[in-house]
Every structure is written in C-alpha cells, then in structure tokens.
C-alpha cells in the first residue's frame, strides 16, 4: 500500500470518498430532483407497492448486503490466485456459471413453488432472464476475469461504486424512480473517489515501469559503451639500460 507516498495515500483518500459517496446515495436523501424530461416504462401494468420494512428485516438486509460484499471481495482475490495457473478465463467463466446453477436451482425451486411463475413467455421475464444469462453472468464475468487477472483485483473493485450511479442514472429513466439531491452527491463523490484511485494506482504503474526499465537501460549502457584502452608496461633491466662505466 505504501501510505507514506502520495500515491499509497490517493488511492486511501479515494477509497474512502467512494465508500462515503455509496453510503450518501443509500441513505441520504433530501430535496426531490428531476434529471431527465422523459421516462421509459417497461412494465406499465404492474403496479409499485409501498412496503415499509421492520427493524428486524432491515438488520437482516444489512447482515446479507454484508456478506455479499465479503463473498464478492473473496471472490476476486480466488481470481487473482487462479489466474497464475489457470490463465483461461472463458473457461473459469463457464465452470462459474455451471457450478451457479447447481447452487441456485435448488434454492429457487424451494423458495417458489408455483408453476406458473417458471413459465417463460414473450414478455419482461424473458427479456430480464436473457439479460442476466448472456451479459450480468457471461460478458461481465469474462471481464471481470480478465481485468484480475491484469490489473489485480484492487483495480476490478474500485469501480462497484459506480454501479449504484449508473442504477440512478437507469432507473430514473426506465422505472421512473425518484431522484434525490443526495443521490447526486453521492455520484459525485463516487466518480471523485474513482478518479483519486485511478490515479494512485497510474503513478505507482509509471514508478514499476521505471524501476522495470532502469536496470535493463544501465545493462545496454554497458553493453554499447566503449571497452577502455588498457595499456601494459613491461619493466625495464635496469642493468641493460645503465651505461658501462670504465
């Protein structure tokens, strides 16, 4: 981490600013705010219930969000660990995807037992189970896969907060969800945090690429210079070079 160089501390400052940014946006709210004119209603017959959840609920609903965030974050450091000796990562992402449905089939089939909602038709459920299949699991873990196995998973991590931006951003246009003063500065600090981050993380690569490159620089330096002129002195007789005395 290195939190004595200015790099070490930009990519804690930027972490820290995401991580407040993202708490900003969940539970800070504030003024009411419009972003765009218009809005695409996907499902204009359903309608949206106002639920209010329990204490209880609430706490478990945190327990869970904890536990995925650690999942997730083990979850990429396996990656980083896995690239270095099995580096095919359209692979790993069908051995994911495979073992994902052993997991969740049975877990769907216990939690919904009505027949009539595993019933595809041509409707949002196919466009949604489509979505999810082809892009959120397929296209999104083979780059996640390759961006670890890359830039580390540090670098993959940085950018989770802009998904709650961009999901502002969607769901202000597609459900037409309200938008707070909040939920913009929370995007703010997000972005802000992710640029800090990237940042750090551009002069610590510059600094690698020079420590990398110096010692071969000095190595060619070496082997391009002139080899030194060595001059060698045979000594001289003494008794040859003295004059003969009568």
């Not at 110096?214 to 030194?228: G, I, L, Y």
């Not at 001289?236 to 070079?241: E, G, I, K, L, R």
Request: glycine share 6%; charged share 10%; aromatic share 10%.
């Amino acid at each position: 981490m290195n939190i004595g160089t200015a790099r070490g501390k930009a990519k804690i400052l930027g972490t820290l600013t995401g991580i407040s940014g993202a708490m900003i946006l969940t539970f800070c709210k504030g003024k009411r705010t419009q972003i765009w004119m218009t809005h695409i209603n996907l499902s204009p017959h359903v309608a949206v219930s106002q639920s209010t959840s329990s204490t209880t609920s609430t706490i478990w609903g945190c327990m869970i969000a904890f536990a995925s965030c650690l999942s997730y974050s083990l979850w990429l450091i396996i990656q980083a660990k896995m690239a270095h000796r099995f580096s095919w990562h359209y692979s790993r992402t069908a051995l994911m995807s495979i073992w994902s449905l052993y997991q969740s089939f049975p877990f769907a089939f216990y939690a919904e037992r009505d027949r009539n909602q595993w019933k595809l038709g041509w409707d949002l459920k196919l466009l949604a189970g489509a979505y999810t299949g082809i892009f959120s699991s397929g296209v999104a873990f083979s780059i996640v896969s390759w961006c670890v196995m890359n830039k580390g998973p540090m670098f993959v991590a940085i950018f989770n907060p802009l998904m709650l931006a961009l999901t502002v951003l969607a769901g202000s246009i597609l459900p037409d969800e309200t938008v707070y003063i909040g939920s913009i500065i929370g995007m703010v600090l997000i972005v802000s945090g992710l640029y800090i981050v990237l940042w750090g993380k551009s002069k610590e690569a510059s600094e690698e690429h020079s420590r990398a490159t110096s010692p071969s620089e000095s190595m060619h330096s070496r082997a391009t210079s002139p080899p030194e002129s060595i001059q060698i002195t045979c000594p001289t007789d003494s008794s040859q070079t003295s004059s003969p005395t009568n």
